[in-house]
């Protein structure tokens, strides 16, 4: 009892230490520009992944991704056939693609901006596009849905009432039994190592979510050395594990050598997830809507 009230402390602490620097951390970020910037430049899987790396590196990143999410479907025995989907951050529609080919009976992409809506309405008519914020209180979407993609989303909203306001949104579309699909690290602490990135801890995730009703039922990696290995322990660690794989990945920066070297990260990562349940950079998260709403302790 008493090493759980000390780790129940523990983690209180932390908590606090992380709602006292939170002030500290926030920044200003116009999302719906740098979105649209970066769009209208690649209209495509660079556009939406690694600027320095090809369209054919992101190609084998992006399939790690629908393949985590094909095991997670399989491992807990969910289906998608008939199954309404929002896609958050739908950019240029990788995922709303992947869920229609599922067998999803509608699918809904979010975007905040208008080139991706105006793009994917035409590229597929069998799924309705709605440009706005996830993270502003006056979202419109007048439904509910039984499964929500968020991919590398939430850690773009660099401000913490924004992304509080998100997950309520969040809340908002969901019914008792939804599951909301969310990727980022999910390490220890908070950190925010450029402008409009902020990987927030997983106790934090906990901690907002847990207060919207949700419930955190599922963790697993998604990559180990096709995306830099960000949770390497201290600054140290980050930096060397950054500069060992941008030097690693440095010829993926074109086609030829981006396919090959992709398809060689591709097996390594693939057979990695299924030795370790943590890995040192981005995880696929899942939290189911309960309705209940819960103070973490």
Known sequence: MAGL????????????????TRSMLDAKFDASAYWKERLRQHFDLIGVGFRRRSVAYNRW???VRTESLDELFRRHDWLIEGKTVLDVGCGTGYFIDHWLHRG??????????????ERLAKRFPNAEFVCADIAEPSLDVDRTFDYVSIFDVLYHIV?????????????????????????DLFGRR????????????????????????????DIRPLFFTLMP??????????????????????????EWSGRVVGRMLFGV?????????????????????????????
């Open 190 to 217: 908070t950190t925010e190592v450029v402008k409009h990135v902020r990987n927030r801890s997983l106790d934090r995730y906990r901690e907002v979510f847990s207060k919207n009703g949700f419930e955190l039922c």
């Open 61 to 63: 990143v992006y399939r």
């Open 104 to 117: 999803a009976h509608q699918v809904m992409g979010l975007d905040v901006t208008e080139v991706s809506v």
């Open 159 to 183: 401000d913490e009432n924004r992304f509080e306001q998100a997950v309520q949104n969040l809340s908002r579309r969901c019914r008792p039994g939804s599951r909301v699909i969310i990727t």
């Open 229 to 254: 290995p960000s949770r390497l322990g201290g600054w140290p660690g980050y930096w060397a594990g950054t500069l060992g794989w941008e030097i690693l990945t440095f010829p993926a920066r074109w």
């Open 5 to 20: 009230t000390g780790a129940r402390l523990q983690r209180a602490d932390g908590l606090a230490v992380e709602r006292q």
């Open 269 to 297: 990562d693939s057979r990695l997830r299924g030795w370790f349940k943590r890995g040192p950079s981005h995880h696929l998260a899942v939290f189911e809507y309960t309705g209940t709403v819960r103070t973490p302790e």
